[in-house]
């Protein structure tokens, strides 16, 4: 057993570095207070190949496993840029997945090129307002009409709706009271955001101001029978297949950052000078900054074990929520500590900790809270009776 | 043309080095590698000079660990069409160095050798020139640009107060200075067709060249710790410290 990143994945790792490192403080400090995408990172990504790191190479991807995803958005998320950074590729890698087995050859043809090119950009629309977490209650309606649907709903969250062109998104075909199954009668679409029937609002939100998310209000879209992935009522199924990569992410995007915000402290806390010698030299700042890196070096390697099973074809599922929630945690805990070791100079936007604090919130609630993991390995791993 | 690049796996520049408890060297277990900077700079030059139709192959070559087929890969990613990696754990020093490469640039009638002005970790800047001298070739070393033309290398060099531009008959050696080019960054799909490029992997002993070190290193030690300045409450104080204790004036 080895448990150490091999020469491609190393290669990985320095490769995406490289081209994080050219982007520095000043450029994502602006994209957060301008609000503003960072379309410079993302066509650089997309130029040097990174958008397909995970599509098949029949398509002009790589065809490297989410291992490998996750290493290089470890890179992504610790180079200053944080969950903005992240965000503005993370749908790229997991998002299409149900297009790369589901889909036809003409639609992957017509649909990843794009996307990993980095011509197109892709919204996800999975949650709504009425039905949070419990998504088979999902109220979005795709009613068939002759060569399609007509499509009528409310999305919540969905993320770069704002510089999207085109839209995922999981309707009911059937409603959930004349299902056998509440997962069935729901179904996937990839369609072009139509913002004339689209309405998409943006939600002021607490962090990541550079990466938008929305809400939409879907007005009698037309959406054609060749946008629909695989078969009508399935949709929610091949979610599934992309849900445990997803939390794999999230979880070596939130030890990225939390890195960064570790190595800012320490870089801190080593200069600052008060009565007499670094502030780095008080244990009571010393240690919790090491306790969070160790913190943060189990949770990345937990996300490793967790997509190695992923990429080995093996169940994974209470491995990648653990490490989704371990590695959230260390991520958030590892920023909050950043901003308290430098004092008030935490709280100034100069010394970047504070928005990378900001930032580190939302991996704990994103893809999936932390109560319903716990309720999810209370249930699959300890047999415990199902509470919600 | 074939253009022969030289690259050397160094300790990161980004990491900060420590000089091992006993003084034999400095730490290098559980240390980030890559590629020396000057040798970066050497690859893009060449692989720019292929984009340009001016060379046709560019063999990579490097000396040292097994683990130094990674720096190889990564010159291969960036557009080396192959690598050759000269195995050794020892270290080997500058002239042992020039004499391997000399090797390799005979056997396989290379017109071009681009090296790095020197490599980050020893700062040696020896190479280059012992490799010329080796050769009998022309060399423009600290190069800030380099044109080819009919059988000739032009060469600017950064020289002190200016800059010097030298014409070089080819074959030549050019060392790279860091205003010669921003090197590219690999893009993943090259990254990927790196793995599938030919990797030879030789020794000194094939080579028939003697390698064995002509120095001996006594101690390694850190640089002395900086004293903090001192601030002083006028422009007169300050003239009397200057002329007075530091006696510079
Ligand atoms: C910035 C941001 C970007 C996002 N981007 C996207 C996107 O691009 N696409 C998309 O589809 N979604 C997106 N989301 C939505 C996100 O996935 C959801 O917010 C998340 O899954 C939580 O759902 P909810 O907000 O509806 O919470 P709710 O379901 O309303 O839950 C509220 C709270 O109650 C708890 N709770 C609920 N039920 C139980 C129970 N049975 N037991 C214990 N606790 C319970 C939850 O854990 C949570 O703490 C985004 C969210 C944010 C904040």
Redesign the pocket.
Known sequence: MEIALNEDQRAVQDGVAKIVGRFDDEYWTRCDSDARFPHEFHQAMAEAGWLGITMPESLGGAGLGVTEAAIMMHEVARGGGGMAAA?ALH?NLFGPHPIVVHGTREQQERWLKPLIDGREKV?????E?N????TTSIETFAKKTAGGYHVRGR??????AQEADRLLLLARTTPKTECARKADGMTLFYTPLDRSRIEVRR?E?MG?AAVD?NALFIDDLFIPDEDRIGEEGKGFRYLFDSLNPERILFGMEAVGLGRDALRRASAYAKERVVFGHPIGQNQAIQHPLAEKWAYLESAYWMCLRAAWLYDQGQPCGAEANAAKLIAARAGYDAALQAVMTLGGMGYAKEYQVERLFRESV?PR????????IL?YIGENVLDLPK?? | MKVLVAVKRVVDYNVKVRVKADGSGVETTNVKFSMNPFDEIAVEEAVRLKEAGKAQEIVVVSIGPAQAQETLRAALAMGADRAILIQTDEAVEPLAVAKLIAAIAKREEIGLAILGKQAIDDDSNQTGQMLAALLGWPQGTFASKLALEEGRAVVTREIDGGLETVSLALPAVVTTDLRLNTPRYASLPNIMKAKKKPLETTFAVDLDVDIAPRLVTLKVEEPPKRKAGVKVADAATLVDKLKNEAKVI
């Open positions: 965000s749908v919204a996800f629309g999975v949650t307002p039905a949070g977490l419990d999305k919540m969250w969905t993320t770069t939600i939100k990541r998310s939302l609630i994103i893809p999936v809270t932390e109560q319903l309720s509470s919600y």
